[in-house]
């Protein structure tokens, strides 16, 4: 188990609730197309990394940090005895090409290069060590893990480790000598303590909640068909059969995510179900999991 687990980003849910509840522009759908994929390809890379020994590594996920006001995320980072490991992970599909330091699309489009990405990434980190007066050799990698991805031109020189090296990588990686000490946990302890859980960056369109879609979703394929009896939820599309009252405390999460400022009351949350029909049911289930607050028709929760 990773010292620090990687979970959802904010942003990511937020794009994923409305894009099942509204159309989002052509730019939005792409950056959301975006994050969804990269969590994918992260995901992928904590399944490989879950290998590791945890009596020689600690695994952080998904370290956001800010040093000297500039802000920077590290997608893994491995602490080992003698090195430190920042890891930058890429699940890019197709074909792509390396030329003049620049990483280009077939269509000779230039992206953003990733090695670039980890450079700078590594200069801040060094940076946020030195706050903390700690000083240890840092190697970063490129880990690209997409099966079908393919760098034609691909330089020998540089830290890139590609899809086909990645088992074998990781299973020389595990079987370095490492042996951890109080310093290594101290250390890991101070970036968890200084991980910005939120982006500062938000790239989310613009809403309203009159603007979205209504109706409780399936917690697996996010369809609105659903159908919602006295204790159970069940969606029409994939079948998967969920408690009312998950289903409800999901909507809740989802309503304060979109609406941070929103009052979470009784009629609110009916409005936003739709198939629940009991307001009874969900004024029981709200009071069981939140603090009351008011009274009668000035009730809300939190």
Request: hydrophobic residues 35%; glycine residues 4%; positive net charge.
């Amino acid at each position: 188990m990773a010292y620090k687990e990687r979970i959802e980003s904010e942003e990511l849910k937020l794009f994923r609730f409305l894009n099942n509840r509204m159309v989002l522009p052509s730019k939005e759908q792409k950056i959301y197309l975006y994050l969804e994929k990269g969590f994918k390809g992260e995901v992928m890379f904590d399944q490989l990394t879950e290998e590791l020994d945890p009596k020689k590594f600690l695994v952080l996920n998904d370290l956001r940090l800010e040093t000297s006001s500039t802000n920077f995320q590290i997608d893994s980072f491995i602490i080992g005895q003698g090195t430190h490991f920042p890891c930058e992970v890429k699940n890019y599909e197709g074909d792509y090409y390396y030329k003049s330091n620049q990483f280009y699309v077939m269509n000779d489009t230039v992206i953003q290069n990733p090695l670039d990405q980890i450079k700078r990434s590594e200069t801040l980190l060094l940076q946020t060590f030195q706050k903390v007066n700690y000083s240890i050799p840092i190697k970063s990698n490129v880990f690209f893990v997409n099966p079908a991805f393919t760098l034609y031109q691909a330089p020998l020189d540089k830290p890139i480790i590609y899809p086909t090296q990645l088992s074998k990588y990781l299973e020389e990686f595990n079987r370095k000598p490492s042996v951890l000490t109080d310093d290594h946990y101290k250390i890991a302890d101070y970036l968890v303590k200084e991980h910005k859980p939120a982006s500062p960056y938000t790239r989310v369109p613009p809403y309203t909640y009159e603007l979205l879609i209504k109706g409780l979703t399936c917690f697996s394929c996010h369809s609105f068909l659903v159908l919602a009896g006295e204790t159970k939820i069940v969606c029409n599309v994939c079948g998967l059969v969920e408690k009312v009252e998950n289903g409800i405390l999901r909507s809740v999460e989802e309503l304060q995510l979109l609406f941070p400022a929103i009052k979470i009351t009784t009629n609110l949350v009916f409005q936003w179900c739709k198939v629940i029909e009991s307001k009874k049911q969900i004024r029981r289930i709200l009071q069981k999991h939140y603090k009351t607050v008011g009274t009668r028709h000035t009730t809300y929760y939190i």
